[in-house]
């Protein structure tokens, strides 16, 4: 056990290090900026074509989509069956707000459904993308926000970091700060974990609409994700298709694989998506 949390905490680093290198090479390509050299002309050419890539969000956004699929996987656990799932965002200069919701049934004996809507309100620009998500379980009154174990909604405080559209190397931290987060002690009372979850990932664009897409999850201590403390949550990966229907609207269908080797069930997953979006 001890040999495994310390292999925890050597990929924990090194997910941090890889995060930490678009601000260091970042840096380096915006060093040197008012000298008309060989160096700064180079160093000019490599800041436009791989990190300073992102345009400042202009006036009034919105995106859409819904899609089926074969299964709920959320962060590599199986967590429902059959569904449908869509989501709707608006913003402004970078500022933005998210409705997601999945309606769905818990497994293929289709007797027990399971309806979630989730909220997010966040701030998105340079890469950088800051959010509140609420997890709303319609089992719960909607602002309660007490603490119980594995029951209830869910208040999170999500980073993500993106390299560029050109290096989409992403890395998220996600720690839930309110409602439901826990887990029993030995005298069976609730005790608060801010439970966390890391995860880097990568998505390579391949020709003809063709993506694929792994990420590696972990969970840095004990808490609602695994009750024995530090642990690889989860490795996926994803491979996917695009569509264009006109300019505004895509259909896609993807493939995908999880396995999360902390879980006694369902240690390996497969869904399989087809959806339609507004872009």
Same mark, same amino acid.
């Given at each position: 056990m001890v040999k495994k949390a310390q292999q925890i905490k050597r990929l924990m680093a090194l997910m941090l290090c890889i995060g930490a290198?678009? +601000?260091? !090479? $970042?840096?380096?390509?915006?060093? *040197?900026?008012?000298?008309?050299?060989?160096?700064?002309?180079?160093?000019?050419?490599?800041?436009s074509k791989y990190f300073d890539d992102y345009s400042a969000p202009v006036g009034f956004t919105y995106n859409a989509q819904v899609k089926m699929q074969a299964s709920y996987l959320w962060r590599g656990k199986y967590s429902g069956g059959p569904n449908i799932q869509g989501s709707a965002n608006v913003g402004y200069g970078g500022l933005y707000f998210d409705m997601w919701w999945n309606i769905g049934v818990t497994d293929w004996t289709f007797k027990v459904f399971q309806p979630e809507v989730d909220f997010s309100l966040g701030f998105s620009r340079w890469g950088l993308n800051v959010y509140v998500l609420y997890i709303y379980n319609f089992n719960t009154p909607? +602002?309660? !926000? $007490?603490n119980y174990a594995n029951? *209830?909604?869910r208040l999170e405080l999500d980073v993500r970091y993106t390299l560029s559209s050109k290096i989409p190397l992403s890395i998220l931290w996600a720690t839930r700060v309110a409602a439901s987060d826990g887990y029993l002690d030995e005298n069976g009372n609730v005790v608060r974990a801010y439970s966390s979850y890391a995860e880097i990932s990568y998505t390579q664009n391949l020709r003809d609409g063709w993506s694929v897409y792994g990420a590696?999850?972990?969970?840095?201590?004990?808490?609602?994700y695994n009750p024995n403390g530090a642990a690889l949550q989860n490795i996926?990966?994803?491979?996917?298709?695009?569509?264009?229907?006109?300019?505004?609207?895509?259909?896609?269908?993807?493939?995908?694989?999880?396995?999360?080797p902390m879980t006694a069930i369902n240690v390996i997953n497969l869904n399989a998506t087809v959806g339609v979006y507004l872009k």
């Amino acid at each position: 056990m001890v040999k495994k949390a310390q292999q925890i905490k050597r990929l924990m680093a090194l997910m941090l290090c890889i995060g930490a290198l678009p +601000f260091v !090479f $970042g840096a380096s390509a915006y060093a *040197g900026d008012g000298e008309k050299s060989e160096v700064s002309d180079q160093k000019s050419e490599i800041r436009s074509k791989y990190f300073d890539d992102y345009s400042a969000p202009v006036g009034f956004t919105y995106n859409a989509q819904v899609k089926m699929q074969a299964s709920y996987l959320w962060r590599g656990k199986y967590s429902g069956g059959p569904n449908i799932q869509g989501s709707a965002n608006v913003g402004y200069g970078g500022l933005y707000f998210d409705m997601w919701w999945n309606i769905g049934v818990t497994d293929w004996t289709f007797k027990v459904f399971q309806p979630e809507v989730d909220f997010s309100l966040g701030f998105s620009r340079w890469g950088l993308n800051v959010y509140v998500l609420y997890i709303y379980n319609f089992n719960t009154p909607f +602002f309660d !926000f $007490g603490n119980y174990a594995n029951k *209830g909604n869910r208040l999170e405080l999500d980073v993500r970091y993106t390299l560029s559209s050109k290096i989409p190397l992403s890395i998220l931290w996600a720690t839930r700060v309110a409602a439901s987060d826990g887990y029993l002690d030995e005298n069976g009372n609730v005790v608060r974990a801010y439970s966390s979850y890391a995860e880097i990932s990568y998505t390579q664009n391949l020709r003809d609409g063709w993506s694929v897409y792994g990420a590696i999850g972990v969970t840095p201590w004990k808490g609602t994700y695994n009750p024995n403390g530090a642990a690889l949550q989860n490795i996926e990966f994803r491979i996917r298709k695009d569509w264009d229907l006109g300019n505004r609207c895509g259909l896609m269908a993807q493939g995908q694989v999880a396995v999360s080797p902390m879980t006694a069930i369902n240690v390996i997953n497969l869904n399989a998506t087809v959806g339609v979006y507004l872009k």
